[in-house]
């Protein structure tokens, strides 16, 4: 019989339980005992939601405190030496001034690094492959050991089975662990490491198995993309090594399809492989002639990362065919771990019926895998009948509904000429123009955006959206909130003020709320690193912007002071990534329809008199596809789609736009491309690494490098960012050089936030003395 089973599960629980007793334990709420209680109740909970939806197979392992890369750098024993222990024994404050900084002379549960409670820079932050997820990366030394240093797998595999549950334990695999990691004090090859840590991977699977796991799923994704011959070879002498140890293994890749290496990831000397058919489906048939006999094939139907419900006739077609030829060999799964999907669409009592029919969240993908293995295993069960029908007619429903496709819009589509996305002069004309007008001084200083979103706004929001408060009496709350925002720039001495983003639940929901075109979820919250939560909007159809979205907030703020008022939006590519997007129609589409959106929005700011507009593009790399021949035709139309939006202005109106985590180097001629006046990127965490691809392409416009990372609550010394922006100096002329924090601030607290920005205000007067 076929068997169904789930790569992972939403760790931050239905209502972000997880995110609200982490931020509790890190305040010193909460204690560590009742941190670990909330924990074990998360687990078990979703243990039996993902069995009461008919999954024969649980994950284990796949709950993390912070982040699953982290947790295995901490079984792993591999801890930077400014966090590590003095006993040598890590804890929870270990993971979490990994995560987030240690900081000294704290008090209750901080984030400090065991004993040692000094200042230490959190380990860098990074996207998660090709999603919005952000893990922390490995730190590897070239004298690096590995040991078995945490407890966590082990101890929930215990729990699992005091449940009575049937599990598989998930571990990320050797090879993915070293590639995600960077090497630190010299250079070094990775790989070189993989022979130290292969004896851990045995030591756990001994472990395991002698807790009685049958199955351990590996998860190998580094298999979808463009592998170097030495890491190919590595995958054979690893898993040969790996063999000899106890258990059942299943290997799993997703995100893409395994393309050149389909044979070696059919042939490694495991028990089964699982493929993902929802991004590369083409893969299908010829892994059905490349699979051993012995070896189990589990594929990955399910959407994973969006939100649709599962058009399951044509997908049990597919299934039908592969288990005549592997019999009970085939096992149906998602596409991936459901940790980048909402917990339980049947929490959303505010969707209209018709839409909330045509969507499913990790429960109900759940169900669906279930079903499908039901199809597979009973073909006669009455729930089967009723629920393919119940499919065909949702699908037929979605295809139809007039409340997608707009005439409008897609005549405004067709109306679009390549000079829609060309400034009208070179940047070199342009940027003399913009300091003429701007009259700045060296090393200018700003912020990204945001300022602390207080429990005083939360609540004014809450209250507005409940007719507690009257439009009247909100705007006046915001403004009251964007008079202090300014006042406080004003007396830090920052050269380029903001008007906070008070009003602004979230970039791209605040923003998604205000274009036809999308709707949105109560509770559909995913996990983008720690304790932050978004909740994306889902893109249904046509997308157009009715009104102008941020006008009349930002043209408030430029009256209360004589500085430059920056003009804050959120871009076409970050729109589209953030959100849970259409599947009836490209990628493409949807963003140059968001593109024109949010064009209308920059020309109504400039009209209002707004210098300067900063449209955030914090996601453009995170949608390049993993393999590098697809690399081109998304770059074209991700930077037409900037192009298309930024390109309405006159010259002497200044267009910043700002990237988070990434590596620039690959795509630094496209990120050139985009023609932004301005760009801010994050980099304090890379040391200011990441300005050497600027610098090797020879960048030529302006770029502000963060100076401190705002997802610790560290406050940097003014000598720190000093350093950092000397660096900085030596790869770009200061001419060209801003000063910024990382990110948005509306994470942090307004102490914290005003002792950093004084410190960056201070620093960037240090170095205008200097270059004096």
Known sequence: MALSHSLGFPRIGRDRELKKALEAFWKGELDEAGLQAVGR????????????????????????????????????????????????????????????????????????????????????????FDTNYHYLVPEF?????????????????????????????????????????????????????????????????QRLAAQGVEWVQIDEPILVLDLPQAWKNAFERAYNLLQREPGKKLIATYFAGLEDNLGLAASLPVDGLHIDLVRAP??????????P???????????????????????????????????ERLWVAPSCSLLHSPVDLHREDKLDGELKSWLAFAVQK???????????????????????????????????????HKPAVQARLAAIT????????????????????????????????????????????????????????????????????????????????????AERNDMVEYFAEQLDGYAFTRFGWVQSYGSRCVKPAVIYGDLSRPKAMTVAWIGYAQTLTKKVMKGMLTG????????????????????????????????????????????????????????????QGYLNWATEAFRLCASGVRDETQIHTHMCYSEFNDVIESIAAMDADVITIETSRS???????????????DIGPGVYDIHSPRVPDSSDMVNLLRKAAQRIPVERLWVNPDCGLKTRAWPETEAALINMVSAARQLRTELA
């Open 41 to 128: 109740e998360l687990r078990a909970a979703h243990w039996q939601l993902q069995k009461d939806a008919g999954i024969d197979l649980l994950p284990v392992g796949d709950f993390a405190w912070y982040d699953q890369v982290l947790s295995h750098s901490l079984t792993f024993g591999v801890i930077p030496e400014r966090f590590r222990p003095a006993n040598g024994k890590p804890t929870l404050d270990t993971l979490f001034g990994m995560a987030r900084g240690a900081v000294a002379n704290t008090s209750g549960n901080s984030c400090c690094a065991g004993a040692h409670a000094q200042p230490a820079s959190a380990q860098e932050l990074t996207k998660w």
């Open 141 to 205: 030394t070239a004298d690096q050991q590995f040991q078995l240093s945490w407890e966590q797998l082990f101890d929930e595999v215990e729990e699992a089975h005091a449940l009575g549950h049937t599990i598989k334990p998930v571990l990320i695999g050797p090879l993915t662990y070293l590639w995600l990691g960077k090497a630190k004090g010299s250079e070094f090859d990775r790989l070189d490491l993989l022979e130290r840590l292969l004896p851990v991977y045995g030591e756990i699977l």
């Open 282 to 291: 083409e893969q299908f048939p010829t892994i059905l002639d490349r699979l």
């Open 293 to 327: 006999a012995y070896k189990v094939l589990s594929l990955g139907v399910v959407n994973g990362r969006n939100v649709w419900r599962t058009d399951l006739q044509p997908v049990l077609q597919i299934l039908q065919q592969a288990q005549e030829r592997l019999g």
């Open 366 to 404: 759940c169900e669906e895998v279930a079903l499908l293995t039901t199809a597979l295993n009973d073909p006669q069960d009455a729930r089967v009948q009723v629920a393919l029908a119940a499919s065909n007619a949702v699908q037929a429903s979605r295809a139809q509904s007039p409340r997608i």
């Open 418 to 501: 390549a000079a829609d996305s060309q400034r009208q002069s070179p940047f070199a004309t342009r940027i003399e123009q913009q300091r003429a007008r701007l009259q700045l001084p060296a090393f200018p200083t700003t912020t990204i955006g945001s300022f602390p979103q207080t429990a005083s706004i939360r609540l004014a929001r809450q209250s507005f959206k409940a007719g507690k408060l009257s439009a009247v009496e909100y705007t006046e709350a915001m403004h009251s909130e964007i008079r202090h925002a300014v006042e406080v720039q004003e007396n830090l001495g920052l050269d380029v003020l903001v008007h906070g983003e």
């Open 572 to 631: 076409p590519v970050t729109m589209l990534m953030w959100s849970f997007p259409r599947d009836d129609i490209s990628r493409e589409q949807q963003a140059r329809q968001l593109a024109l959106a949010i064009r209308d929005e920059v020309v109504d700011l400039e009209t209002a008199g707004i210098k300067i507009i900063q449209v955030d593009e914090a996601a453009f790399r995170e949608g390049l596809p993993l393999r590098q021949a697809q690399w």
């Open 687 to 701: 040391d200011m690494e990441l300005l050497e691809a600027f610098e090797r392409f020879d960048y030529p416009n």
